[in-house]
DNA sequence: TATGAATGAGGGTTCATTCAT
DNA sequence: CATGAATGAACCCTCATTCAT
């Protein structure tokens, strides 16, 4: 690689980094171009080199981000010791929780759009090498259960669409209750969602 | 009352349904001042009068319209002949997912934001003065259903959430699946969550 | 008239004439729409309340100064003594090369817009109260000429865009000859032409 | 000429096609460098190795498609047999306008240009091998009529302009008559100024 | 000769907010 | 109370030009 190239890559990363900051600082709406540009010391047309505009990286950003947190969970579950299908989702589902409200900021930034749509976009549109097939890895789970699943991609969206939803609130706002006391009825939710659609 | 005041209280109305028929149509950001107090037919300093900016007659038509849906879902329920509790919640659940689905412009302006934290500021802030005690029929409902109901309240906000979140990405991408094909999924889902929450 | 009708009448007044002496001093496209506000000592924002471009501006500008400048020179020739029909129009289409030729910027500004287009619209779009109405000037040299014109229309078009075209190339170029030395060949190419459209 | 030279003439034609394509297809000022030579297929840089700037391609072009269009008239003349000095140049004439009316993009781009000055350099500057020497033809033209002429410049010039500025008005906005509806009252008009020109 | 990433000044335009009337 | 002209900072984006490779 040569030394134009390792600039141009450069270049790049520092735009997503800077960019990643000020969305989690001062959300969306409130960074501007010209913030970033500023921040990440290069000149205002160099943006649109590597980018449409502003939602072209915000969008980026939010499948990479997700894309890791969900590759986070993931690996801290094959640490564990956990056998069991239910046990597994709730195991992942604290994970994103608990980083979630470690980092208001992302969590502020990929919002109601940890949802269906971005995460499915998240999971397939690999933007980093790096980025985990999670398609794959559910499937994995459904077989290693011993059990068959009817509607297994509907059972998923529900149980995404409600912890972070519920998520959200009781993170940003405490309300109507804190993350900690949400968690027991979550996991018991879950626990119910996953009954259902066990086939006998 | 004076003909001044009529006057003022036109005026007042006539923002906020301009306000609103914008929000719906041409979406928050979209909407600049400047529309509205043109199709308002108001000057722009008037609008200074009545409102802080853009985002404080936001808050007060989602909560206005949340609070108006319920009251429409509740009148619709009380003209069926429904007795047991998660009968009525479904119906009520498929009542609002219907007018949204009807009206996406106000699912898109309500957004994530048909979320806790507002509808229950929708529930007690009484915008109007025909805006229904929401909380007062809920706890009718809970004593008319002949169970006794541990945490009600999460238990509310966990339906709330769960059909607010799924059905906005049913309604507005069809993904993964229609609202039409959401609703059983949905209803199986919120009689497991009421059965967790009955107290034995 | 109140004061703010006069601040807002004096306020165009000002963007108008700054925008002519830049348009005619710098040229069209080197002059910003920044140019033209700093130096009427209005904010950007005014700018825009008056005009919805810098080409609405341009338009207006030369219709109204198209229309004076063939007002001046009809003025001037009703302070002479001219009977014959080709007489007058060869002096007025001298009066208006040496206008030109006085002030290059006006020339350079409406340029070959000085064409048939700009120059019926000036004529009839009466920019300002004062902007006469050319067509009935014309009209009327025709009736006192005791002639009978065949299309008169585009014997006036024939002879506008020749004076126009031509005097450009001589006032701004000398090329290929200078304006003095080619008025004896307009005048004699003008006369010819008024002939071929006198019907007998 | 070696494959390094011819390589770069490549090139250079490329960028001369392109330039012209989008010219006359956009218009000059929407037309970016970026434009040209993404669709010319060279980089950025490789233009100013070819060019000053956007103004110099587009005088080269002017020049050589002013010529070429005249070669082709003066081809398509001497395929015909016309002998009388004024036929020849109303032949050119309509021949011409009838090449422009068919291309209003070439017509556009040429435009007011299509002057005296910019001919002049057309037919002196010589960009492409193959441009004619018109002035040679002209004169060639003059002496076969027979006649003497009373500065034949001027007499061309004043033509010129005259086709020039009258057809363009016709051609782009049917204004005040169309192209064909013109054309018998420029013959007329040129017959006229040529007599004029003719030394007894 | 050829490249194309990088520049950054400058463009036009919008709009929430103010305040003299 | 009501007005609406005026503000001017801030916005996004373009593009001719340079220069290290």
Redesign the pocket.
Known sequence: M???DQ??K???ERLLNTSFELFTSKGLN??????IVERA??????????F???YDIRNRLIAHKSSQLFMQAHEALSRENITKFDDKIIFITNYVLDALAANKGLLSFIYKDLSWAVFKKALTSNVGSTDVDFVAIYNNMLEESGHKFRDPEVMLFIIIELVGSTGYSAIMFNDPISLDALKPHLEQTIRSIVQNYIEE
Chains 1, 2, 3, 4 share one sequence.
């Open positions: 040569g030394k134009a600039n141009k450069a270049k790049l409130k960074t501007s171009i010209s913030d010391g290069v000149a205002k047309g160099t943006f649109y080199l590597y449409k505009d502003k």
